[in-house]
């Protein structure tokens, strides 16, 4: 079975500072990778996605993720987070098995001002 | 509607008690996902509807979990005899169609088994 490993459980960094969240995931085929956030109170949105082709792909707000297949990760990075960045970051993968997400336990951000 | 509509957002119940949680999704998606969402984990899949095709129910922890969906509109999910584990978030989550895997998600359904 897939499973997908976020390896910070929460971070905390101080606005302008540089953010990378690890992700890596178990699945040998191809996969469809996914970054979601959720802001305090609100509810899951996407970030960004790969399904193919460049394998570093950019999401909204600054945020980018470079897939590396053979290191079967998926992290995610940003130069210079915001205070408006606090909140729980998800890595998801998406293999052959079925079309469920398969998700990381989270990495609860927080950015002081 | 905008988004996909979860209710209620809040259910508090006895132990022993049935539950039926609602999911609304975009208008148009075909596909219709169901996620549970521990204290302080990841979401664990529970099921998926795509049209008319019989549902994928691998997900679903136990036989005292069950959902429904008519068509390409509304789900319910069913929870018979709840225990204290079932306590979670219910997260429902569509997509346009089973191909398309970018999944919305809705706000959610919070559990709380006493």
């Known amino acids: 079975a897939q499973s997908v490993s976020q390896h910070n459980h929460h971070v905390i960094l101080s606005e302008a500072a540089s953010l990378e969240l690890g992700c890596n995931y178990s699945y040998g085929g191809t996969v469809n990778l996914f970054w979601y956030v959720q802001y305090p109170g609100q509810h899951l949105q996407l970030l960004l996605k790969?399904?193919?082709?460049?394998?570093l792909v950019k999401g909204i707000k600054g945020f980018e993720a470079e897939f590396i297949k053979s290191k079967f990760s998926f992290n995610l990075r940003k130069p210079s987070v915001q205070w408006s960045d606090t909140a729980e970051y998800f890595c998801?993968?998406?293999?052959?098995?079925?079309?469920?997400?398969?998700f990381g336990g989270g990495t609860r951000l927080m950015v002081k001002p | 509607g905008a988004g996909v509509s979860q209710s209620p957002s809040n259910k508090v119940t006895e132990k022993g008690k049935d539950v039926e949680l609602r999911c609304d999704p975009i208008?148009?998606?075909?596909?219709l996902y169901w996620y549970r969402q521990r204290l302080g984990q990841g979401l664990e899949f529970l099921i998926y509807?795509?049209?008319?095709?019989?549902?994928?129910k691998s997900g679903l922890p136990s036989d005292r979990f069950s959902a429904e969906r008519t068509g390409e509109s509304v789900s319910t999910l069913t929870i018979q005899r709840t225990q204290q584990e079932d306590s979670a978030v219910y997260l429902c989550a569509s997509s346009l169609r089973l191909t398309e895997n970018i999944q919305y998600f809705g706000a959610g359904t919070r559990l709380s088994v006493l």
């Open positions: 509807f795509q049209g008319n095709s019989a549902p994928d």
């Open positions: 998801a993968v998406k293999g052959n098995a079925g079309n469920m997400l398969t």
């Open positions: 790969y399904f193919s082709g460049d394998p």
């Open positions: 208008s148009g998606h075909t596909a």
